[in-house]
């Protein structure tokens, strides 16, 4: 992992509750770098991720309310929160469901753009 | 209408389930020299000759490659275009080594094609019976066993 992708990747993996971060290529759902606690597939994860937030979009489009910005999947045991950078990539987090996801978000959102 | 055939069976259904999960749009399943074993989504059976040789013609370059690098062998290749990407893998079996070649639209991804041809590769090694050892193909038998795969490929 590249010395810039492993900073943005700490600065959201620092955050309590959080158990992994990747950067993911939005159209192939294909890992560009990670950072993920043991137990989490980030292949699956990649690839099913960019594989809803294409849905997500479509929905977005179809509602007249523009592009995707911001996804939260709440579950039973965690969340997943993901970020568009505006270019071809997402910025993933997935993270316990106590998590502050306020502060998550705002990781994500300075992740994205550091990756633009 | 199914649009799948296969020669043994027992690869129908994990076959059934890759194509499903990964949005592919054909499918083929062979043996590193081309014997077709299963189908799915091909209408010609000149089409599978053609894809089962070009497929096994790749691997064969694929596993040259690998050679000259001291790599054991690539395990899968990905290649895509503006409406198509394919996905060529190899994978040990009790039969021997298999190769997967899957087509997929823009409705499907290579990363969504690559998670669903692990777990494929896993669901063919456990259905697939350790009885027949791997034949080596004779070229007089080539022809014969070559037609008698294609009729069961495509019920003729």
């Known amino acids: 992992m590249s010395d810039r992708f492993k900073g943005i990747l700490d600065a959201i993996t620092r955050v309590r509750g959080v158990r992994g971060a990747m950067i993911v290529v939005w159209q192939d759902g294909l890992i560009v770098s990670d950072s993920l606690m043991e137990g989490v597939r980030g292949n699956a994860v990649a690839a099913l991720t960019s594989s809803v937030t294409k849905y997500a979009e479509s929905v977005m489009l179809a509602s007249g309310i523009g592009r995707l910005q911001f996804l939260h999947l709440q579950a039973s045991n965690g969340v997943l929160l993901v970020v568009a950078t505006g270019s071809e990539t997402l910025v993933v987090a997935i993270a316990e469901p106590s998590v502050n996801v306020g502060l998550v978000r705002l990781e994500l959102i300075r992740a994205a753009e550091a990756v633009k | ?156």
């Open chain 2, 1 to 156: 209408m199914t649009r799948m055939y296969a020669v043994d069976p027992w690869v129908e259904k994990p076959l059934e389930a890759f194509v499903v999960e990964a949005g592919a749009r054909l499918a083929l399943l062979m043996t590193p020299a081309g014997q077709v074993i299963a189908q799915y989504g091909f209408t010609r059976a000149v089409d599978v000759m053609a894809a089962a040789a070009l497929g096994a013609a790749i691997v064969a370059s694929t596993g040259e490659i690998a050679k000259l690098l001291d790599e054991p062998t690539f395990s899968v290749l990905n290649h895509q275009g503006k409406r198509h990407g394919i996905l060529l893998a190899g994978f040990d079996t009790p039969r021997g080594r298999m190769v997967c070649l899957a087509v997929y639209g823009p409705d499907s991804t290579p990363g969504l094609v690559q998670l669903f041809f692990e777990e494929f590769s896993r669901d063919v090694r456990d259905a697939c019976p350790e009885t027949e050892a791997p034949k080596q193909v004779l070229a007089a038998d080539f022809e014969r066993e070559l037609n008698e795969s294609l009729s069961a490929l495509f019920r003729t």
